[in-house]
T-cell receptor, first 115, second 114 residues
């Protein structure tokens, strides 16, 4: 089964600065997807960005971008111009190879944004 | 359109009791998944239902069960509650539950077992 690892339990960043959250995963698949989800204090998980493994171009969504290194099995999230509202728990997720929806999540990284 | 709705938001139960949690997916979504979130184990997949059938199941004991109704609403049941079942239970819905589609989450039900 695929595994996902986030080695940074906590990170902090100054408002307007840039921060990078790390994620590594293990899989034998060649074609797959990866997601970053955000969980604010409201507890509702929100999709931040998704990457398709067969696409060489790194995904970007406004201030959020990824650095996808397929050979290294690394999928980091970069948040530019950090805002107070970015403070949350961030989870890296791998949708399992199955007919249906089954996400494997990393341990999460708690991001604090300092004013 | 309305998001994923989970009820109740908070629940306190006693060891040995059973509990039922409810999830109403986004209109038109046919896949509903359930996850358990605890500080120690993180987010763990419980099961997924699609068109009233359980399509995937995680590694949880048989005390954890679920079902899905014809309107895609889903319930999960935990019988003979244990202290370790205290957790945030999250429900997620998606259109057809394929790997590349976004799962939309509810705000969860916080279950406390005393």
């Amino acid at each position: 089964a695929q595994t996902v690892t986030q080695s940074q339990p906590e990170m902090s960043v100054q408002e307007a600065e840039t921060v990078t959250l790390s994620c590594t995963y293990d899989t034998s698949e060649s074609d797959y997807y990866l997601f970053w989800y955000k969980q604010p204090p409201s507890r509702q998980m929100i999709l931040v960005i998704r990457q398709e493994a067969y696409k060489q171009q790194n995904a970007t969504e406004n201030r959020f971008s990824v650095n996808f290194q397929k050979a290294a099995k690394s999928f980091s999230l970069k948040i530019s111009d950090s805002q107070l509202g970015d403070a949350a728990m961030y989870f890296c997720a791998y949708p399992q190879e199955t007919s249906g929806s089954r996400l494997t999540f990393g341990e999460g990284t708690q991001l604090t944004v300092n004013p | 359109k309305a998001g994923v709705t989970q009820t109740p938001r908070y629940l306190i139960k006693t060891r040995g009791q059973q509990v039922t949690l409810s999830c109403s997916p986004i209109s038109g979504h046919r896949s509903v998944s359930w996850y358990q979130q605890t500080p120690g184990q993180g987010l763990q997949f419980l099961f997924e239902y699609f068109s009233e059938t359980q399509r995937n199941k995680g590694n949880f004991p048989g005390r954890f069960s679920g079902r899905q109704f014809s309107n895609s609403r889903s319930e999960m049941n935990v019988s003979t509650l244990e202290l370790g079942d205290s957790a945030l239970y999250l429900c997620a819905s998606s259109l057809v539950g394929s790997r590349n589609t976004e799962a939309f989450f509810g705000q969860g039900t916080r279950l406390t077992v005393v």
